[in-house]
């Protein structure tokens, strides 16, 4: 069960935040990194974009083509160094010149912040990808 659907049963409508923390760390484990307090709570995910919402797990998906090697490599590169900024990894699928990226918080089941931000991230990075290709 996702954090999100913990959340919002009957009987968890009266917890604090607090609570609901202490039990994110329960079934997630402590962060050794410090995140925004926002960070740590689970989002009503709205499908406005080109990403598919999946269940069981929650999870976000999208699969970004590209027309050459050097175009997929550098969307690659800078998508897989953004996760270790901001600590916070995704599942990327290689299959040729498609590029499938798959994201969800692991302790919640569900998608929270980092993953709307990752989402973003890759959305902005295919749109100068596809950009500068034209400029060409």
Known sequence: MSLF????T??????????IRDFSDTISGKSIVKYEESYDMP???KN????ELLDNPERMTRTFDFDNLEE???FINE????????????????????????TYTHG????????????KFSDDLYGDVQYFKNKK
């Not at 659907?5 to 919002?8: A, E, F, G, S």
């Not at 996760?83 to 040729?96: E, G, L, S």
């Not at 919640?108 to 989402?119: C, N, Q, R, S």
Request: with cysteine; aromatic share 14%.
């Open 5 to 8: 659907k913990y959340l919002l």
């Open 10 to 19: 009957e009987a968890n409508k009266e917890k604090s935040y607090e609570e």
């Open 43 to 45: 989002i009503l995910a």
């Open 48 to 51: 406005k974009s080109n990403w």
């Open 72 to 74: 997929s490599i550098y």
């Open 79 to 102: 998508l897989y160094k953004y996760q270790f900024d901001i600590n916070h990894h995704c599942k990327i699928i290689i299959n040729h010149l498609e590029v499938n990226v798959e």
């Open 108 to 119: 919640f089941e569900g998608i929270t912040v980092l993953d709307k931000k990752i989402t």
